[in-house]
């Protein structure tokens, strides 16, 4: 059993996945941070992790769940197992291919004991094609889609964090397919399986940037094209003492009052969309903010139309008076982190201490 504890949940469960429950097999990246939010949103999660598994009860993305460890490889384990998915509207897994088959946990015997539950599947790469069972990381999915070939610098691509994969297109797209699954399965009475692969989020990702290529308004050089950093209008600046703030001045009435603001006067920023003039202006531009701190640029700036703002580390973000006043993080365990998103109006959502419980507590692990 486990030789650790947490604190009992004392919030009643409050949000619109209320009454839903969802057994989720432990992993990382995506998997995890898709439960969540289903969590955040009041569904009941349950994490079926190893046993002797480090945790992190303070996890940010492990908020709201009852942990239970056991051993998978132990058939009197898998049949209790069964037995908790036949009470659970979806189950949520990010093995490579094959593994929860091998278990004797596959879709087909799943579903045999409960018709009506949502299989989701997270992996990188899907659950076939050649790389199937290749091993890989949110780099190489967003690679092969052209999302990554597409952001950076002229010289390389920079990876985004691993916003693009894992957690755009991997978490997200497994908590909408989740979602109208389960509102699907509401009318049929049938599950299904949602297979959600991060190459194939990514490549969704994309969609805006194939329309504006087939349009003639994308090339495939960085820094070439007006959301990429190409425009000087569009993109990032540093300032005197050294911080950043960013512009998005696109739409005329924009671009007219950043160059009110900014005092930019001279002709040559009439020519806002010649991508050939962009370099020059930029570099003129470059030293415009180059001559006052961030602070007085937010002072002249922030709250306009221009499309300004500071580009803030994580801990200056958990300042600004706008994510103070919105309550977009919260503390908690004294660790700042983003609050649930998005907000509902009736069924708000709400943090729940994660719970521990004991091997033996598998087949008895929903609320009653």
Avoid at 160 to 168: A, I, M, S
């Amino acid at each position: 059993m486990l030789d650790k504890s947490a604190p009992q949940s004392t919030v009643r469960a409050s949000g619109p996945l209320a009454g839903f429950r969802i057994v989720e097999f432990a992993g990382i990246g995506p998997g995890p941070f898709a439960c969540m939010m289903l969590a955040d949103m009041g569904a009941e999660v349950v994490t079926l992790d190893r046993i002797g598994a480090a945790k992190n009860m303070k996890s940010v993305a492990g908020r709201g769940r009852k942990v239970i460890e056991l051993d998978l490889k132990d058939k009197a384990a898998v049949a209790q197992v069964l037995d908790l998915l036949a009470q659970a509207d979806a189950l949520i897994e990010g093995f490579r291919p094959g593994v929860m088959e091998r278990l004797g946990l596959g879709p087909d015997v799943v579903l045999a004991r409960n018709p009506k539950l949502v299989y989701g599947r997270m992996t990188g790469w899907g659950q076939e094609g050649p790389l199937a069972n290749a091993a890989g990381h949110d780099i190489n999915y967003i690679s092969i889609t052209g999302a990554l070939a597409a952001i950076g610098t002229r010289e390389k691509p920079v990876p985004p964090l691993n916003l693009v994969g894992d957690f755009g297109g991997g978490a997200l797209y497994l908590v909408v397919g989740v979602l109208a699954a389960l509102l699907e399965a509401s009318k049929s009475g049938k599950g299904q399986v949602v297979d959600t692969a991060m190459c194939d989020g990514a490549a969704s990702l994309i969609s805006m940037f194939f329309d504006l290529a087939a349009a003639g308004r994308w090339t495939e050089q960085r820094e070439s094209n007006f959301l990429d950093g190409g425009a000087h209008f569009y993109g990032v600046y540093e300032c005197a003492c050294g911080n950043f703030i960013s512009i998005g001045s696109i739409e005329p009435q924009f671009y007219a009052l950043l160059r009110q603001h900014a005092g930019l006067a001279d002709p040559a920023f009439d020519a806002q969309m010649d991508p050939k003039a962009w370099s020059s202006l930029r570099e003129k531009l470059t030293a415009v903010f180059k001559s006052k701190t961030r602070e007085e640029w937010c002072r002249i700036m922030e709250g306009t139309d221009i499309c300004f703002a500071p580009v803030l580390t994580m801990s200056e973000a958990t300042k600004h008076p706008h994510m103070v006043a919105r309550n977009v993080f919260i503390e908690r365990h004294g660790i700042k982190q983003p609050a649930p998103a998005p907000r509902f109006s009736r069924t708000p959502s709400v943090v729940r201490e994660p719970e521990t419980a004991e091997i033996g507590a598998v087949t008895n692990a929903w609320k009653r």
